[in-house]
């Protein structure tokens, strides 16, 4: 039987290097993003892919990230912190970009994403 490794950041430390991620990024890339940076402890997956994290615009609440620490420990599993860092900043960075693209009126990394699914799935069928 094999052993489980314990994810590499608890729930707290995965929060903490949120933070100090969020803290590296100027001001201004932020702006309007009043819900701020959520750590959800749960996984998100859509169909068979887990999902990191996501943009939420709502139009009573406003602009929210969340970020699926669930889904880092059901992907990285026990992987070094060093990897955990650069998903975490990647996923923040990600989501940030959707964030700055709305803003901007545009939707670009939105299309980026629908064209690499149906690459991906071309690719498993075949097509």
């Not at 629908?114 to 097509?127: I, S």
């Given at each position: 039987?094999?052993?489980k490794r314990r994810?590499?950041?608890?729930?707290?430390?995965?929060?903490?290097?949120?933070?100090?991620?969020?803290?590296?990024?100027?001001?201004?890339?932020?702006?309007?993003?009043?819900?701020?940076?959520?750590?959800?402890?749960?996984?998100?997956?859509?169909?068979?892919?887990?999902?990191?994290?996501?943009?939420?615009?709502?139009?009573?609440?406003?602009?929210?990230?969340?970020?699926?620490?669930?889904?880092?420990?059901?992907?990285?599993?026990?992987?070094?912190?060093?990897?955990?860092?650069?998903?975490?900043?990647?996923?923040?960075?990600?989501?940030?970009?959707?964030?700055?693209?709305?803003?901007?009126?545009?939707?670009?990394?939105?299309e980026e994403e629908?064209?690499?699914?149906?690459?991906?799935?071309?690719?498993?069928?075949?097509?």
């Open positions: 039987m094999s052993k994810p590499a950041l608890t729930i707290d430390q995965f929060t903490d290097l949120a933070d100090a991620i969020m803290g590296e990024i100027p001001g201004k890339f932020l702006r309007g993003l009043n819900g701020g940076v959520n750590i959800a402890e749960t996984a998100r997956k859509d169909g068979e892919y887990f999902i990191m994290g996501e943009y939420i615009l709502d139009d009573i609440l406003g602009s929210t990230i969340m970020i699926y620490y669930g889904s880092f420990v059901r992907l990285l599993g026990g992987s070094g912190r060093e990897a955990w860092e650069e998903e975490l900043r990647e996923t923040i960075l990600h989501e940030l970009r959707h964030h700055v693209e709305i803003m901007a009126g545009v939707d670009y990394l939105s629908r064209a690499e699914l149906e690459r991906e799935r071309n690719r498993r069928t075949g097509d």
